[in-house]
C-alpha cells in the first residue's frame, strides 16, 4: 500500500481543483460527470422507489383499496420506466464505468469527454421529461408500452414519457460509443488487450449492446408516438398494423437491454472477487470470452419473451435453445469466481459481502431465467409473479448489490474518504434478508398463478404478499443506511489512503482523490493483471 | 494543471491536439472509430423502419405495390441523381481539405449544400403533391385508386404512405442536419481550421453525408420501384 | 403454510408440474452448491493476516471445458423437455369441442357452436379436449386458467387457437393475463369443469341463443358475400361449400390448409392469400366487420364444410359442426 505524497488538505484533485456550480455543470472531467450521473440515478432510484413502496402497500390486501385501478396502474409504470430507464440502464456505466475506465487503462480522460457531459445532459434531460410527465399523471401502460394499448386506447402521457426514454436511450449510445472508442484507441503502453481489467472487458461488451441495440428502440418509440400523434396505423390492427411486430421490435432491444444491466455488473464482481482474495481471477480468458459472447447471444433471444404472443412453435424452440446458448458464459463466470476464493486470502470488508451476495443470488435468479427458457413451463408463468420475481433477483439481488459493492470498493478513491465498515456490513445484510424475503414469495404466487400487473388479486395470495412487502419494507431500510453514511463520510469519514484494499490495477496507483489528469506522466504497464502473487502490483512508471 | 500544460507546450502540441490525447494520430483514429460507430447505429436506427417495411410489403403486397406507382419516379430518379452527385462534391471537399485548398473546400461544400437544398425542394413539391391528393394518413386520408385499373387500392395502402412518411420524413431530417453541418464546416474553413494535418470533422461530416446518401439508396427502390417490372 | 402448486385439473398439468419439479431441482442443486463453496471457501481461506499471501493456483483449462460442457448437456435435456411438453400444448386434437372467445376491455365472452353463450364464465365437460378460437376487439389479452397451466394472448387482428383437456371437475380462476388498461385486474372469472351428467343437465338448462354459425349465415348475406360466393357457375368467388378443413392452391403457387385464420385473412386481407384461378377483385372488409363478426363468418363457413358442394341457397340452416354426438342439447 503507497502512502500519499501531500496531506489531503494540501493536494489538489479532481473535487478541489475548481469550485462552483458551472466548473460542475459544464466540467468535461469524467470524473466529475461520474458524480454527476451517481447524483442523477439516485435521483431516479428514489422515484421508482417511492413507487414500488406504493405498490407493495397496495399488495398488501387482497382488494384494490389503496388506490384506484388507474392509479395503480400508473405507479407501476413509473415504476419501471424510471428503474429501468433511468437508473438500470445507466447506472454502473455512468458511474463506476465513467470514473474508473480511463484510470484503469492509463488514460487522462475518454476518448471524447465534452461528449461524455452531452451524455450526462441527455439523461438528465430525458428522465426529466419523463418525470414531468409522472408528475402531470403518468402513463398506464406498462413500462413495455404493448400496442395497440399504448397506441390508440391509452390515456396519459405516453408520447412525452416516450420522448424522455428517447432522448435518455441517446445517453447510452454516446456512452457506449465513448468507452469502446476509449478502450480501442487510449490504453497505456503495455496494457495489451490481454492485460486489461475485466471491469473495462465487461464494458467493452456493454457497450457493444448500447450501440447495437439502442438505435432500436428509439426507433420504435418514435414510432409509436407518430402512431399517436398522427393517427398513423404501423402497430394497430383496425388500420392493417400489427401488435405482435411492436413485440418483437421492443424486444429485440429490451432484452439485450438487460444485458447491459448485468454486464457492467459483473465486471465489477470480477474485481471486488479477486481483489478481495487477494489473488489473480481464475479464467481471466474465459471471463473476458463470456462477457462479448453474452453481448453477442444476447441479441439472439428476444422471442423468449413471445412463446404465448401467438409465434409460430418453430420460432419458439429457436428462441428457446438460444436463451438456453446464452446462460452458459454466465455459468462460467460464475464458476470462475468460485474457483478464485479457492485457496485466496480471503477479507470479509463490505464489497466481498456484496459480491458474495451477488454469486448466491445471480445464480439462483440465473437458473430462474433456465426455467423460463424453458418453452413447457414458460407458457404457465408468462406474465405472472414468477417473472417478476426471476428479473428482481437479477437486476436488484445482481445489479444492485454488484454496483454497492462497486460503490463500496472504489468510493475511497472516488471520494478520497473511508465509509463506516460497521454500518456497512449491516446494511449489507439488511439488504440481503430484505431482498429474499421481498422476492423469493414472489415465485411461490407466480406458480400458483397471480398475474403481474394485478391491483387486486384473490385472496389466496394474501399471505405471500404480506411477507414480500415486509421484505420490501425491510430492504428498503437496507438501501437508505449506505445513503446516509456515504454522505456523512463525505464531510466527517477519515482520510483514505491511495490504494487502501492493496488492490492491483492503475486506478490504485493514482492519490484517492485522483487529480484531474489522473496521471502527470503516462504509466507503462508490464505486469499481468491482478498480479498479487508475484508480490509486485502492476508498476506505474513513466 | 499548470504542469500539465507546460507539459504539452515543451513539445509544442499541435493547437488542434485535445489534452487527453497522446498525439494526432491517435486523436484522429479516435474519431474515426468514433465517427464509424455512430453510424452504424444509424444503420440500426433506420434498419427498425425497414424491418416494419418488409414484413407489411410481404403482407400487403398488392396495397404496397399499387400505393408505390403513385410515387412520381421522374422526381424520385432525379433526386436520386442529386443526391449521388452530391457525395461526390462532398467527397471533393474531403479531398481539397487533405490538400489544404481553402477555396475549394468551400466551393465544394456549398455545392453539397446546394445539391443537398435541391433534394430537399423536389421533396417539398412531392410532399404537398401528396397532400393535394389527400394521400397523407390520418383522418383526411382518402384510398387512392390503382393507377391502371382506376379500382380503389385495398386499405392498407394507408400503411404504406404511413411508412414513407416516417421512412422518408426521418431522411429528410437528417439531411437537414447534414446541411446544418455542412454549413458549421463552411464557417470553420473560413475561420481556417482545417489543414491538411487538421481536417477531421470534415472527414466525419463527408461519412455521415456519404451515409445519408447510402440511405436514400435503399429508400429509393424499395419506395418507388415496388412492381415496377409489372408495367 | 400456502399450498405450493394450483390444482392439476387438465391433461398437461401434471407434464408441466414433473417439468417445474426437474427444473426447481436443477436450480437448487447448483446454487446450493455454488452458495455452499462460495461460504466455503470465504470462510476456510479467510485472511488469518494482514499480510498473508495466497496460493496460487495454476488455470485449468479441461476445468474450463469440464464445467462448460456438463452445464451445455443439462440445458440441451431441459431444452428437450420443455419442447416435448410444448408441442403437447400446441397441437389440438382433431375432434376438440370448439368454443369462440371475444376478449374485449374489460370482459370475456365465450361462446359454444350450439348457442350458449356466457360471459366471463366457461363451463366444460371433463375429459373432453376443448379449442378455443380466441378473438380480441379491442388491445391484447391473455386467457389464463393457472389450474390447466394453460395460457395464451388473444392479440387484436388475428385468430389465437389453443386448446386443452380438463381433468378434475371443480372451479378454477380464469384471469387475463397480459395488461389490457385499467380494470384490468378486474378481467377474471372462472372455468367450470363438470362430469358429464352435470354438463348435460347445463347444456339443457338456460336457453341458448343464437347459434354462431346462424348468426355468421345473417352477416354473409348482409355483407352481400353471397353475391359472389353464391356457387352458382362462374361466380366470382370460390365456393365455400366443403371448403373448410381443406387444402387449398393460392394464386402465388403455394398451398395452404383453410383453418380459421385462413378464413379471417381472406376477409380482410384477401389479397394476400388469393385462390389461383380468380380475379384478384374481393374488397377488404377490414374495419368493417367486428372480430365477433369475423367469429360468426367463420362459424358459419366451417358449418359449410359438410354440406354440398353446389345448388344449396345461401341461407340454408347450416349443418351441425361435426362434434361429439353425446354433447348434443
Not at chain 2, 390520418?138 to 416516417?166: I, N, W
Not at chain 3, 366457461?122 to 379436449?129: D, I
Not at chain 3, 388469393?274 to 367486428?290: R, V, W
Request: hydrophobic share 50%; with cysteine.
Amino acid at each position: 500500500m503507497s502512502t500519499p505524497t501531500a496531506t489531503p488538505s494540501q493536494r489538489v484533485d479532481y473535487l478541489n481543483a475548481s469550485y462552483g456550480v458551472k466548473s460542475w455543470l459544464l466540467t468535461t472531467d469524467h470524473k466529475r460527470i461520474a458524480i454527476l450521473y451517481l447524483i442523477g440515478i439516485t435521483f431516479f432510484f428514489a422515484i421508482g422507489g417511492l413507487a414500488a413502496a406504493l405498490i407493495r402497500l397496495e399488495l398488501l390486501t387482497p382488494a384494490g383499496d389503496v388506490f384506484q385501478a388507474e392509479m395503480y396502474n400508473r405507479i407501476f409504470t413509473t415504476h419501471g420506466v424510471m428503474m429501468v430507464f433511468f437508473f438500470m440502464i445507466p447506472g454502473i456505466p455512468g458511474v463506476l464505468g465513467n470514473f474508473l475506465i480511463p484510470l484503469m487503462i492509463g488514460a487522462k480522460d475518454v476518448a471524447f469527454p465534452r461528449l461524455n457531459l452531452l451524455s450526462w445532459y441527455l439523461f438528465a434531460i430525458g428522465g426529466l421529461t419523463a418525470l414531468w410527465a409522472v408528475v402531470h399523471g403518468g402513463v398506464d401502460t406498462g413500462w413495455t408500452f404493448y400496442t395497440p394499448y399504448s397506441t390508440v386506447y391509452a390515456n396519459g402521457w405516453v408520447v412525452v414519457t416516450a420522448v424522455g426514454i428517447f432522448i435518455s436511450g441517446f445517453s447510452s449510445i454516446l456512452t457506449g460509443l465513448n468507452f469502446l472508442v476509449t478502450l480501442h484507441t487510449m490504453r497505456a503502453p503495455g496494457m495489451t488487450w490481454m492485460r486489461l481489467p475485466l471491469f473495462c472487458w465487461g464494458m467493452y461488451a456493454t457497450g457493444i449492446i448500447q450501440i447495437l441495440g439502442t438505435p432500436v428502440i428509439a426507433i420504435t418509440l418514435l414510432l409509436v408516438a407518430a402512431e399517436r400523434i398522427f393517427h398513423l396505423g404501423v402497430f394497430d390492427p383496425a388500420q392493417g398494423g400489427d401488435p405482435v411486430l411492436f413485440q418483437h421490435l421492443f424486444w429485440f432491444y429490451s432484452h439485450p437491454a438487460v444485458y447491459i444491466m448485468i454486464l457492467p455488473a459483473m465486471a465489477v464482481i470480477s474485481e471486488l472477487v479477486t481483489a478481495f482474495s487477494r489473488k489473480p481471477i481464475f479464467g481471466y480468458k474465459f471471463i473476458a470470452a463470456s462477457s462479448v459472447a453474452i453481448a453477442v447471444l444476447s441479441f439472439l433471444v428476444w422471442g423468449h419473451h413471445m412463446f404465448v404472443s401467438g409465434q409460430s412453435v418453430y420460432a419458439g424452440l429457436v428462441f428457446s435453445i438460444l436463451s438456453f446458448m446464452v446462460a452458459i458464459p454466465s455459468a462460467i463466470k460464475v464458476f470462475n469466481w468460485t474457483a478464485t476464493l479457492y485457496k485466496g486470502s480471503v477479507s470479509y470488508q463490505t464489497p466481498l459481502l456484496y459480491a458474495l451476495g451477488f454469486i448466491g443470488l445471480f445464480t439462483f435468479g440465473g437458473l430462474t431465467g433456465l426455467m423460463l427458457a424453458t418453452l413447457g413451463l414458460d407458457v404457465h408463468v408468462h406474465d405472472t409473479y414468477f417473472i417478476v420475481a426471476h428479473f428482481h433477483y437479477i437486476m436488484v439481488g445482481g445489479t444492485i448489490m454488484a454496483y454497492l459493492g462497486g460503490l463500496h470498493y472504489w468510493w475511497p478513491k472516488i471520494s478520497g474518504k473511508l465509509y463506516p465498515e460497521y454500518w456497512s456490513r449491516v446494511s449489507a445484510w439488511v439488504i440481503f434478508i430484505g431482498f429474499n424475503l421481498t422476492f423469493f414469495p414472489q415465485f411461490i404466487v407466480g406458480y400458483l398463478g397471480m398475474p403481474r400487473r394485478y391491483h387486486a388479486y384473490p385472496e389466496e395470495f394474501q399471505v405471500l404478499n404480506v411477507m414480500s412487502t415486509a421484505g420490501a419494507s425491510i430492504l428498503g431500510i437496507g438501501y437508505v443506511i449506505p445513503l446516509i453514511y456515504f454522505v456523512y463520510s463525505m464531510r466527517y469519514g477519515k482520510d483514505a489512503a491511495d490504494n487502501p484494499w492493496g488492490a492491483t490495477g492503475l486506478e490504485w496507483q493514482t492519490p484517492s482523490p485522483p487529480p484531474t489528469e489522473n496521471f502527470p506522466d503516462t504509466p507503462v504497464v508490464t505486469g499481468r493483471p491482478y498480479d498479487y502473487l508475484t508480490g509486485r502490483e502492476e508498476e506505474a512508471v513513466g | 494543471m499548470a504542469d500539465a500544460h507546460a507539459h504539452a507546450a515543451a513539445h509544442a502540441a499541435p493547437p488542434e491536439l485535445r489534452h487527453h490525447f497522446v498525439d494526432l494520430p491517435a486523436q484522429r483514429e479516435a474519431s474515426s472509430l468514433g465517427m464509424w460507430l455512430f453510424l452504424v447505429t444509424e444503420v440500426l436506427f433506420f434498419g427498425g423502419m425497414f424491418t416494419a417495411y418488409v414484413v407489411y410489403r410481404s403482407t400487403y403486397r398488392r396495397a404496397f405495390e399499387g400505393a408505390s406507382n403513385l410515387l412520381d419516379i421522374k422526381l424520385g430518379a432525379i433526386n436520386t441523381g442529386v443526391l449521388i452527385m452530391s457525395s461526390l462534391t462532398m467527397a471533393m471537399a474531403v479531398w481539397a481539405a487533405s490538400v489544404g485548398k481553402k477555396k475549394l473546400i468551400i466551393l465544394f461544400l456549398l455545392a453539397t449544400i446546394g445539391l443537398g437544398s435541391v433534394f430537399l425542394g423536389i421533396k417539398y413539391v412531392e410532399y404537398k403533391q401528396k397532400f393535394d391528393h389527400h394521400e397523407v394518413p390520418g383522418p383526411h386520408f382518402v384510398v387512392p385508386h390503382d393507377e391502371k385499373t382506376h379500382e380503389p387500392l385495398p386499405r392498407q395502402a394507408e400503411m404504406f404512405f404511413s411508412l414513407y412518411f416516417c421512412m422518408t420524413g426521418l431522411h429528410a431530417l437528417h439531411m437537414i442536419i447534414g446541411v446544418g453541418l455542412l454549413t458549421w464546416l463552411i464557417v470553420k474553413a473560413r475561420a481556417d481550421a482545417f489543414s491538411p494535418r487538421y481536417y477531421t470533422p470534415v472527414d466525419n461530416v463527408g461519412l455521415y453525408w456519404h451515409f445519408v446518401d447510402i440511405v436514400w439508396i435503399f429508400l429509393f427502390p424499395l419506395l418507388y420501384l415496388l412492381g415496377r417490372h409489372t408495367l | 403454510m400456502p399450498q405450493l402448486f394450483p390444482p392439476e385439473a387438465s391433461s398437461f398439468a401434471g407434464h408441466v408440474d414433473a417439468l417445474y419439479i426437474f427444473l426447481i431441482l436443477v436450480t437448487a442443486f447448483f446454487s446450493l452448491l455454488i452458495g455452499t463453496l462460495v461460504v466455503v471457501f470465504a470462510i476456510k481461506f479467510h485472511r488469518k493476516s494482514p499480510d498473508e499471501v495466497a496460493t496460487e493456483v495454476h488455470e485449468s483449462g479441461l476445468l474450463e471445458i469440464v464445467w462448460t460442457v456438463i452445464p451445455f448437456g443439462l440445458v440441451l435435456v431441459m431444452f428437450a423437455w420443455g419442447a416435448s411438453v410444448y408441442f403437447r400444448l400446441s397441437r389440438p386434437p382433431a375432434n376438440a369441442l370448439d368454443i369462440y372467445v371475444t376478449a374485449k376491455q374489460w370482459m370475456w365472452k365465450l361462446q359454444h357452436t350450439d348457442g350458449h353463450r356466457e360471459m366471463n364464465e366457461l363451463h366444460v365437460p371433463v375429459g373432453v379436449p376443448v379449442r378455443l378460437t380466441m378473438a380480441s376487439e379491442d388491445v391484447i389479452h391473455s386467457f389464463y386458467v393457472p389450474a390447466f397451466r394453460f395460457k395464451r394472448d388473444v392479440v387484436p387482428g388475428r385468430f389465437s387457437t389453443a386448446w386443452f383437456e380438463a381433468t378434475k371437475p371443480g372451479k378454477y380462476h380464469l384471469f387475463c393475463a397480459e395488461f389490457c388498461g385499467t380494470r384490468h385486474s378486474n378481467m377474471i372469472g372462472w372455468v367450470y369443469v363438470m362430469k358429464p351428467a352435470d354438463y348435460q343437465a347445463w347444456l339443457a338448462g338456460g336457453v341458448p341463443g343464437e347459434t354462431l354459425a346462424a348468426a355468421g349465415a345473417k352477416r354473409f348475406i348482409e355483407h352481400q358475400c353471397n353475391t359472389c360466393h353464391g356457387d352458382q357457375p362462374g361466380a366470382r368467388g370460390p365456393s365455400l361449400n366443403g371448403l373448410f378443413g381443406k387444402q387449398v392452391q393460392l394464386a402465388n403457387g403455394r398451398t395452404v390448409l383453410a383453418d380459421e385464420s385462413y378464413i379471417r385473412e381472406s376477409i380482410v386481407n384477401p389479397q394476400a392469400v388469393l385462390t389461383a384461378g380468380y380475379q384478384p377483385i374481393m374488397p377488404t372488409f377490414q374495419g368493417l366487420i367486428s372480430e365477433e363478426g369475423l367469429l360468426q363468418l367463420v362459424a358459419y363457413i366451417k358449418s359449410l364444410a359438410s354440406a354440398p358442394p353446389a345448388g344449396a341457397a345461401a341461407s340454408a340452416a347450416p349443418a351441425p359442426t361435426p362434434e361429439r354426438k353425446t354433447i348434443r342439447p
